[in-house]
């Protein structure tokens, strides 16, 4: 039986992963359509100058590598200065606009054959792009609380330093619907924004494998071991663990070194700071780790947070961790739903990424 002949979509897809032959297919369709636009200028030069042509450059920039696009850019620089010098001598007519033209192409070539080079990634623009999107948006997922049991409502709220969509911060969850357990991990990697994105994104992929399959303190030793055997002396990052009985309310908190969590105390409707702290991971071999305990009867809950939201310049932590108590006092005043964003939006605006996640067991009716 023949092969099937590829289709559009395959090429499509095969120029989404990069693949040298989707490359060279896309070049001679770009080497195509200059050469088109080569025959046009020759006769009718006014109609398409030298300076119509940084349109193939750009879209030569977005769809292909650095190799295919030297090509590509070498045969369309060189063969539109000839043609403009052409053109000139014929009309007898080479001014000054025609040669800036010629010198704006030709330097317009050279910077986005540079800008090429500097892809650590080796593809094109938007795929480099779209790569780093799809990478966040897993971290993203991965942090998604599964659906929770009746009586029961989760959720989180993260601003990322600077509005820029990667940040150090990021939770993992895990719903044992056999068990009735809920596991989380919070997680604060050391730095902001895109510069701890990267990190962030390793760590996480870790934490990841791991939740579920180890008890709390050995998930944390194991996170701690990581972040210690990576090659880098400034890798580290603070995380609070909980795992919630879903039937009875009972949680097992473990920190290390991050904001000590808050209670929230149905019967006297306020916030309290838990006793948890401990030292940050990728610090020592052995982190100390605080652990705590509690039940969450009907009505109660539990608030995680990052540092971002607590502390200021010239202001003491311990005055953050208060003014958030109230806040956050203030933000469940008319229910659950919505909270964490509502606390994230009276957070000032910072140069820190900022996350908040808040559990809470329902009030039976």
């Not at 030298?50 to 030297?70: A, E, N």
């Not at 992929?205 to 090659?231: M, S, T, W, Y």
């Not at 009875?248 to 929230?264: N, Q």
Request: hydrophobic share 45%; glycine share 10%.
């Amino acid at each position: 039986m023949p092969p099937r002949p590829r289709s559009s979509h395959t090429l499509v897809g095969e120029w989404r992963s990069g693949t040298s032959r989707s490359q060279w297919i896309v070049l001679a369709l770009l080497l195509v359509l200059v050469t088109v636009c080569f025959a046009i200028s020759l006769p009718f030069y006014s109609v398409m100058p030298v300076s119509t042509y940084f349109v193939w450059l750009v879209l030569g920039m977005l769809l292909l590598k650095h190799r295919q696009l030297s090509v590509l850019v070498a045969y369309t620089v060189l063969g539109a200065l000839a043609l403009a010098v052409v053109d000139g001598v014929h009309d007898g007519e080479f001014g000054s606009a025609r040669a800036s033209g010629m010198v704006a192409l030709a330097l317009g070539g050279a910077l986005i054959l540079y800008q090429s080079r500097q892809q650590r990634s080796g593809l094109p623009v938007p795929l480099g792009g779209a790569m780093l999107a799809d990478l966040r948006d897993r971290l993203q997922r991965q942090g998604t609380v599964p659906p929770l049991p009746d009586g029961w409502h989760c959720e989180t709220a993260m601003v990322a330093a600077h509005d820029v969509g990667y940040a150090g911060d990021f939770m993992v969850a895990r719903l044992d619907e056999a068990r009735g357990q809920l596991e989380m991990v919070l997680v604060d990697v050391v730095g902001k924004g895109v510069a701890a994105g990267t990190d962030a994104l390793q760590f996480a992929g870790a934490l990841g494998g791991l939740i579920g399959a180890l008890p709390p303190v050995a998930l944390v030793e194991a996170a701690n071991d990581f972040l210690l055997r990576q090659d880098s002396d400034e890798t580290f990052a603070t995380a609070v663990h909980v795992l919630v009985d879903l039937h009875t309310g009972g949680y097992e908190l473990h920190s290390a070194g991050h904001p000590p969590a808050l209670v929230w105390d149905h019967a006297d409707r306020r916030w309290t700071p838990d006793s948890a702290r401990g030292t940050a991971l990728g610090v020592q071999v052995r982190p100390e780790l605080h652990h705590s305990t509690g039940v969450l009867a009907p009505g109660d809950g539990l608030l995680f947070y990052t540092d971002g939201v607590v502390e200021r310049p010239r202001v003491d932590i311990d005055a953050g961790i208060e003014w958030l108590c109230s806040t956050a006092a203030t933000a469940v005043a008319d229910g659950f739903e919505g909270a964490s964003r509502r606390v994230l939006r009276k957070v000032p605006s910072g140069d820190d990424d900022r996350a908040v996640l808040v559990l809470h067991r329902r009030a039976e009716p």
